[in-house]
């Protein structure tokens, strides 16, 4: 079974700074990876998602995220945020199997605020 | 396009009554799962239905169930509730099965008061 850690529950940072949410992923099998974000009294978002390739992934709102497999991560960067990106990101993995067991296995999420 | 509609949005019960939530997928979608948020849990998976047919569950007990209609819209009951059922239930939907081709697309979610 899957399972992702996000070490910081919270991430306050000054508008326009660079801001990393780290992912953390277990899985004895090969993963799909994404990065969702849920704005306040909505539904999540999908940002962006490594299925195969190109290990640097590049989302929405000009986040990116680099897979790492030697290091189980799944880090999500962003070099300048604005305040419209405060919300709850939540990183989720998915195993890579035909069999229809493709539900997704959530982190418990990073509040990003940031701050004028 | 209409997104995915989860009704009702917030809904108010007490413990040992049962509580039935609707999702309307987006048009085309065949796969409906279902998701509960809660603070200390985080999201965990129910299940998820595909052409009317159950195809994976989670690690909830039987009081959680969910059936998928013809037009592939879904409900989850909730059957004898407990204090700690409160939660935002999210509902998302998808073109296949599969999270390659897939893209879950989210509902705004039902959130459930069990007093």
């Known amino acids: 079974a899957q399972s992702v850690t996000q070490l910081d529950s919270q991430v306050p940072v000054f508008e326009e700074a660079p801001v990393e949410l780290r992912c953390n992923y277990s899985?004895?099998?090969?993963?799909?990876l994404f990065w969702y974000v849920q704005y306040p009294n909505q539904g999540l978002q999908l940002l962006l998602k490594?299925?195969?390739?190109?290990?640097l992934v590049k989302g929405i709102n000009g986040f990116e995220a680099e897979f790492n497999k030697s290091q189980t991560s799944f880090h999500l960067r962003k070099p300048s945020v604005h305040i419209s990106d405060t919300a709850e990101y939540f990183c989720?993995?998915?195993?890579?199997?035909?069999?229809?067991?493709?539900?997704?296995?959530f982190g418990t999420g990073t509040r990003l605020t940031v701050i004028p | 396009k209409a997104g995915v509609t989860q009704t009702p949005r917030y809904l108010i019960k007490t413990r040992g009554q049962q509580v039935t939530l609707s999702c309307s997928p987006i048009?085309?979608?065949?796969?409906v799962s279902w998701y509960q948020q809660t603070p200390g849990q985080g999201l965990q998976f129910l299940f998820e239905?595909?052409?009317?047919?159950?195809?994976n569950k989670g690690n909830f007990p039987g009081r959680f169930s969910g059936r998928q209609f013809s037009n592939s819209r879904s409900e989850m009951n909730v059957s004898t509730l407990e204090l700690g059922d409160s939660a935002l239930y999210l509902c998302?939907?998808?073109?296949?099965?599969?999270?390659?081709?897939?893209?879950?697309?989210f509902g705004e979610g039902s959130r459930l008061t069990v007093l």
């Open positions: 490594y299925l195969s390739g190109s290990t």
């Open positions: 239905y595909f052409s009317e047919t159950q195809r």
């Open positions: 048009s085309g979608h065949r796969s």
């Open positions: 998302a939907s998808s073109q296949t099965l599969y999270r390659d081709t897939g893209e879950l697309f």
């Open positions: 989720a993995v998915s195993d890579t199997g035909q069999t229809g067991a493709n539900n997704l296995f």
């Open positions: 899985s004895s099998v090969s993963v799909y």
